[in-house]
């Protein structure tokens, strides 16, 4: 299993434009929740799907932030247009669940997001 | 309140010493409990898992649940210098949505 897959790692942009994050998640698991660290406020849930449908998104800070998972095997974070203070690492995380038991909750590698 | 509150140390130990991480949380709901290691510039990487109240041993690490009072903890035996990373506490509510909390930096001093 290649476990949970994120691109790029490292992203620098410009304040103003579009940035894309993407994310593969494990195969056979069914939630797909994006966070984001920084130092000052740890690792925030930003928004999480079940079988592909967006469940929690009151994490998502503002409407510059959109996320979308058309498949059961990739999704994407989108910032538009992005400013300084997103900057950040943003995480991908993948489980799944059988009945009222949740498994996995296995992380991706990060990207590292940069707005100058 | 916050969901999830740990103390953000650091927490120094020597090596060899126990080391003992604390985890409050407010959701009442909240039916499992995973801890997190996170290495500097790395992702978080599960370590242990509680859904009973008592505790859950393996290896080195040992999680304590007590349910009544909304308190996690998480015990290290024998702390190695490699153990020096950030913990994250997590509790999971019955929708599946995992909350962490800041994370207590452990130093553990050879």
């Known amino acids: 299993d290649a476990g949970v897959i994120q691109s790029p790692r490292h992203e620098v942009t410009e304040m103003g434009q579009e940035v894309t994050l993407r994310c593969k998640p494990i195969?056979?698991?069914?939630?797909l929740f994006w966070y984001r660290q920084t130092m000052m406020r740890g690792l925030e849930l930003l928004i999480y799907f079940n079988n592909n449908v967006p469940i929690d998104d009151s994490g998502m800070p503002e409407d510059r932030f959109s996320a979308k998972m058309p498949n059961a095997s990739f999704s994407t974070l989108k910032i538009q247009p992005s400013e300084p203070r997103d900057s950040a690492v943003y995480f991908c995380?993948?489980?799944?669940?059988?009945?009222?038991?949740?498994?996995?909750?296995?992380f991706g590698s990060g990207t590292r997001l940069t707005v100058v | 309140q916050k969901e999830v509150e740990q103390n953000s140390g650091p927490l120094s130990v020597p090596e060899g010493a126990i080391a003992s991480l604390n985890c409050t949380y407010s959701?009442?709901?909240?039916?499992?409990f995973f801890w997190y290691r996170q290495y500097s510039g790395k992702s978080p990487e599960l370590i242990m898992f509680i859904y009973s109240n008592g505790d859950k041993e393996d290896g080195r690490f040992t999680a304590q649940l007590n349910k009544a009072s909304q308190y996690v903890s998480l015990l290290i035996r024998d702390s190695q210098p490699s153990d020096s990373a950030t913990y994250l506490c997590a509790p999971i509510g019955g929708v599946g949505k995992l909350i962490f909390g800041q994370g207590t930096t452990l130093q553990v001093k050879p």
């Open positions: 959701d009442r709901g909240s039916q499992s």
């Open positions: 195969s056979g698991h069914d939630y």
């Open positions: 995380a993948s489980s799944s669940r059988t009945g009222q038991a949740f498994y996995g909750y296995t």
